[in-house]
């Protein structure tokens, strides 16, 4: 498989009634990100090694650490998420772990442990769970000793 393609794996893998691993992909272009249509269901393992954007459901887990994984506006996603940066204009429902940035659109609905460096969310955006934030920025940051100092 190229590095240019995708492997999505699973008992139960799409609509259909294939049980083999299916490639999914967008060889053709070097510069354009997969997208994946919103008829699309996928449970089981997503792996990518370029830019994504999904407009159907997942169901599983998605592994794209080096990549943007943007989930449409009608994307349904239930999943484990690991990728560099994760655009949620739809909805998620798990833990996102997303290594430089996570956007969340004024239409995205998230539910989970989310953890990212950087976390943006628009004006209208819907989140509920845990957020963690290693290694952001010191500016501004409270630390305990500090809180400590000022009560004592």
């Known amino acids: 498989m190229s590095s240019r393609e995708h492997a999505a794996t699973s008992n139960n893998q799409t609509t259909g009634s294939s049980t083999t691993p299916t490639s999914v992909g967008n060889a053709a272009s070097n510069d354009a990100p997969a997208v994946k249509g919103s008829s699309i ?63 969340l659109k004024a239409t995205a609905r998230m539910s989970g442990e989310l953890s990212s460096p950087k976390l943006i969310v628009a004006d209208g955006a819907n989140v509920s769970g845990t957020v963690n934030m290693p290694g952001g920025s010191k500016r501004g940051r409270v630390t305990e000793d500090a809180l400590l100092a000022t009560t004592a």
């Open 41 to 103: 269901v996928i449970k089981g393992e997503l792996t990518a090694s370029e830019d994504m954007v999904l407009h159907g459901r997942v169901e599983g887990t998605i592994s794209m650490p080096g990549h943007t994984l943007t989930i449409g506006a009608q994307g349904h996603v239930a999943a484990t998420v690991v990728a560099k940066d994760v655009i949620v204009h739809g909805f998620v429902l798990g833990n996102v772990t997303a290594n430089s940035r996570l956007e």
